[in-house]
């Protein structure tokens, strides 16, 4: 039988219930796991009859909240690209760059020199970060490889960072997120030969998700549209880089294809959030990226807000718009930038993350749901989304196992 805990002396923040329920606060609150599961989470004194049995662990009058969720990665690559960072400074935009063949392209030109080993280094460093943060379930996107065989490398890298237990991957094929230059001019081709590699790919066991980014610098509706359908032949699910340059329509698009989340979402109109509501799409906000190239135009919160569409917050982390390793300064971003409230940001990188990866098994502090959480040196929750550039995190439980 697994074994089973019982984790207690616990201020605990569950998030259970909708919105408006609150945080879900339990003073003396305990949790029974066994094995990766959550079994029971309440009150000390209302703790069932198996709790006897279990091994104790005392929390020391922690506040513990479910493990944070960072939904949008693109964690594995080669180089950086602060130079470009510091051109932008100069007055060059982000299109500008891009088209010039600096952008996307730099970091897949940099990706592809390295080896396996490398991009493994590099990026585990980062999930590391991360995970000191509080991150037990991460989301990593393919999409500086850009052929078949660097693609695949980079989902390889990012499965083995899933590899431990100490932090679930989900794993994205975001092979349309550039061109890349030997496809110079032929972008259908290109749409071409990622709606090939897909199958491979899935068949490798590689993909758990398909994206892909949908912009004037990226790739049309009609691409796009190809791409989930390939997608769609296999059964993966879809999400989409949507409407954060300009809007295109791709928050509808994929809504249309039952998309667990559209992101960024700056020029989303009002068709796009009714889309988004009635496939039941989950909003990712992406703060750190609106920060970094100086964005004025806000996504449609109260607008997002009102339609009940669920908004999810995450870092991006990627070496061109947003470079950070803190999703608690995503949280803290999206309250100051975005107007969120604190239950929402922290909904953002909890239980509203994990829909956005399809995934219902966590986000919350309930029975059935995995042995993911965190133990924090504060006294409320809407202390992570107040303080910034600190690391609160004390404890943390991955699938019911303490991280040394
Ligand atoms: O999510 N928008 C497209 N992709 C990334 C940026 C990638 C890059 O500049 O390297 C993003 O912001
Ligand atoms: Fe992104």
């Known amino acids: 039988m697994a074994t089973r805990t019982l984790w207690h002396h616990a201020r605990l923040a569950t998030l259970v219930g909708g919105a408006d329920d609150g945080w879900g606060l339990i003073d003396d609150g305990a949790l029974l796991t066994e094995g990766e599961r959550l079994v029971w989470a309440g009150p000390l004194r209302e703790r069932p009859p198996s709790a006897c049995e279990a091994a104790s662990v005392d929390l020391g009058g922690l506040l513990v909240t479910p493990g944070l969720i960072d939904c949008h990665t693109h964690l594995v690559y080669g180089g950086q690209r602060a130079a470009e960072a510091e051109m932008r400074l100069n007055g060059a935009s982000y299109e500008a760059i891009a088209r010039a063949g600096g952008g996307i392209r730099s970091t897949v030109a940099a990706t592809r020199a390295a080896s396996e080993t ?13 995970m000191d943060e509080g991150v037990t379930t991460l989301e990593i996107k393919s999409g500086y ?30 092979g349309a997120h550039a061109l890349p230059p030997e496809f110079d001019g032929r972008p259908d081709d290109y749409i071409a030969a990622v709606c ?76 796009g959030i009714a889309a988004m509501k009635a496939a039941g799409t989950v909003a990712v906000l992406l703060p750190g990226a609106f920060y970094m190239l100086r964005e004025t135009r806000l996504p449609p919160i109260a607008a997002l807000r009102e339609a009940g569409v669920p908004m999810a917050v995450s870092t991006d982390h990627n070496p061109g718009t947003a470079p950070g390793l803190s999703l608690l300064l995503a949280a803290h971003m999206a309250c100051t930038f975005f107007r969120l409230t604190p239950l929402e940001a922290v909904r953002g990188i909890t239980v509203h993350a994990a829909r956005a990866l399809g995934l219902r098994d966590r986000g919350q502090l309930a029975a059935g749901q995995r042995a993911d959480f965190v133990a924090w040196d504060l006294d409320h929750p809407n202390e992570l989304a107040y303080w910034f550039g600190h690391n609160p995190c004390r404890r943390v439980v991955a699938g019911g196992q303490e991280r040394a």
Request: with cysteine.
């Open 145 to 174: 490889g850009l052929s078949m065989e660097a693609e695949a490398r980079c989902l390889r890298v990012a499965r083995q960072i899933g590899s431990d237990r100490q932090v679930d991957v989900r794993t994205t094929f975001l």
């Open 118 to 130: 490398e991009l493994f280094t590099l990026a585990a460093r980062r999930a590391q970060a991360l």
């Open 196 to 271: 090939e590699w897909l199958p491979a790919l899935h068949a490798q066991g590689l993909v758990d998700a398909v994206d892909a980014f949908c912009e004037n610098i990226g790739f049309t509706p009609a691409q796009t549209r190809r791409v989930f359908e390939a997608a769609k032949v296999l059964g993966l699910p879809v999400k989409l880089h949507a409407e954060q340059l300009s809007d295109q329509g791709g928050a509808a698009l994929a809504a249309s294809f039952g998309a667990l989340s559209c992101d960024h979402l700056e020029h989303l109109s009002a068709e």
